[in-house]
């Protein structure tokens, strides 16, 4: 019951940030890896971000789409694992396009 009830807190605190219904937060948003260093967030938990990453950081939605787009990864081989975005390479993308790189 604990972990169901942090859970269900986490979707709200996401929801309200975001400005989106609770039923909109991915999965990943809410829970974490055993060792809570995971670097890949879903691409649905990726574009959640977008319109609040362009805000605060003064890129346009587009330039944080791409950005989001550049850090994607598809599954392994083609079919083993899930897509996947990689945190560390978004942010780096982000700066670089605030840089105008």
């Known amino acids: ?3 169901l009830d942090a859970v269900s ?3 709200a605190q996401i929801a309200q940030r975001e ?3 609770p039923e909109a937060v991915p999965t990943d ?3 974490a890896s055993a060792s809570g260093l995971d670097p890949d967030i879903s691409p649905e938990y990726a574009a959640l971000q977008v319109a609040r990453v362009a805000r605060v950081t003064g ?3 587009a330039a944080v789409r791409q950005a ?3 850090a994607t990864g598809g599954r392994i081989l ?3 694992g899930e897509a996947h975005v990689d945190v560390t390479e978004l942010n780096l993308a982000v700066l670089d ?4 790189r």
């Open 78 to 80: 083609g079919f083993l």
């Open 19 to 21: 400005g989106v219904p």
């Open 9 to 11: 807190r986490r979707r």
């Open 29 to 31: 948003a809410v829970t």
């Open 59 to 61: 890129l346009s939605e």
């Open 97 to 100: 396009a605030r840089q105008g």
């Open 1 to 3: 019951q604990d972990l």
């Open 68 to 70: 989001v787009a550049t």
